[in-house]
């Protein structure tokens, strides 16, 4: 299976639980009612980014989602945390390009966000063989990865928030999220394991009408069922009549075999 779409979202939530903390991450982001399954970092070759919104459209509720993800979570009053996806893709479509995970402390949503882009392009960079200094700085080398011609997109997308002031747990969440070829869209009201379970109040009516209704014979009219019954009998009592005939055939045989000596 090789995801054609992929969608980027994030979001944050705040609790007194940790886990509760994060649901709530996953709620704002749009994810909550997914089983989400974390993958590496391959960005697959020809994939379609598709909006947030085209793209929560095509999940079902308990549906297994593959996705690069990461979080980041504290319940320090007034900490900042970040979280956040970085994304580098080639300029050769069949080529694969790469996401990156980064989360961190203290770093502002542009900070780690370029942190997590660099990520990815430099990953992509050394597989497409572009040389670069890894001294450089983000701004030199995004300037050398795409004058190369080798690479032709970086974004990122990042979440950061500051600790609740009351020391509730504080979870911020980033998100690729790809788009299983089997979906539809929830808009259809129909999912494909429809087309193996037939409508029961369609196929009831067409049962129904299937069954023949008892026919009841107008007057004069012979009755079919009686007939029948009469037939059979009439070939029950012929079954019955044979054995005794061939008895008495048998008989007279034997009375003029016994004649003939005399």
Same mark, same amino acid.
């Given at each position: 299976?090789?995801?054609?779409?992929?969608?980027f979202?994030?979001?944050?939530?705040? =609790?007194?639980e940790k886990?509760a903390?994060?649901e @709530?991450? &996953?709620?704002?982001a749009?994810?909550a009612?997914c089983?989400?399954v @974390?993958?590496?970092?391959?960005? %697959?070759p020809?994939?379609?980014?598709?909006?947030?919104?085209?793209? @929560?459209?095509?999940?079902?509720p308990?549906?297994?989602?593959?996705?690069?993800?990461?979080?980041? *979570?504290?319940n320090? %009053?007034?900490?900042?945390s970040?979280?956040s996806?970085?994304? +580098?893709?080639?300029? #050769?479509? *069949?080529?694969?390009?790469? &996401?990156? /995970?980064?989360?961190?402390?203290?770093e $502002?949503d542009?900070?780690?966000?370029?942190?997590?882009?660099?990520?990815a392009? *430099?990953?992509l +960079?050394?597989t497409?063989?572009?040389?670069?200094?890894p001294?450089?700085d983000?701004d030199?080398?995004?300037h050398?990865?795409?004058?190369?011609?080798?690479?032709v997109r $970086?974004?990122?997308?990042?979440? *950061?928030?500051?600790?609740?002031k #009351?020391?509730?747990?504080?979870?911020?969440?980033?998100a +690729?999220?790809?788009?299983? #070829?089997?979906?539809?869209s929830?808009e259809?009201?129909?999912?494909?394991g429809?087309?193996?379970? %037939?409508n029961?109040d369609?196929?009831?009516g067409?049962t129904?009408r299937?069954? %023949? /209704?008892? =026919?009841?014979?107008?007057a004069?009219?012979?009755?079919?069922?009686?007939?029948?019954?009469?037939?059979?009998? +009439?070939?029950?009592?012929?079954?019955q /009549?044979?054995? &005794?005939?061939a008895?008495?055939?048998?008989?007279?045989?034997?009375?003029?075999l016994?004649?003939?000596?005399?």
């Amino acid at each position: 299976m090789v995801p054609k779409r992929v969608f980027f979202t994030k979001g944050v939530g705040v =609790h007194k639980e940790k886990l509760a903390s994060f649901e @709530l991450a &996953l709620r704002a982001a749009g994810l909550a009612h997914c089983n989400l399954v @974390l993958v590496s970092s391959i960005y %697959p070759p020809g994939c379609k980014i598709i909006s947030k919104e085209e793209g @929560l459209k095509l999940l079902r509720p308990g549906e297994i989602v593959f996705a690069v993800y990461d979080r980041e *979570s504290n319940n320090e %009053p007034n900490r900042l945390s970040a979280a956040s996806i970085g994304l +580098a893709i080639p300029s #050769d479509p *069949s080529m694969h390009g790469y &996401l990156s /995970e980064h989360h961190s402390f203290g770093e $502002t949503d542009e900070r780690a966000g370029d942190y997590a882009e660099d990520l990815a392009a *430099s990953m992509l +960079a050394t597989t497409v063989g572009i040389e670069f200094d890894p001294e450089l700085d983000w701004d030199e080398r995004e300037h050398l990865f795409k004058m190369s011609g080798k690479i032709v997109r $970086t974004s990122n997308i990042t979440q *950061s928030a500051v600790g609740n002031k #009351d020391g509730l747990w504080t979870t911020v969440f980033a998100a +690729a999220v790809f788009i299983n #070829d089997d979906s539809l869209s929830v808009e259809t009201g129909k999912f494909e394991g429809d087309a193996a379970w %037939p409508n029961d109040d369609a196929n009831q009516g067409e049962t129904a009408r299937q069954i %023949p /209704e008892p =026919h009841e014979p107008a007057a004069g009219e012979p009755d079919k069922h009686h007939r029948a019954g009469s037939d059979e009998k +009439a070939v029950r009592s012929a079954g019955q /009549e044979q054995p &005794l005939k061939a008895a008495r055939d048998q008989q007279e045989v034997n009375k003029a075999l016994h004649r003939v000596p005399q």
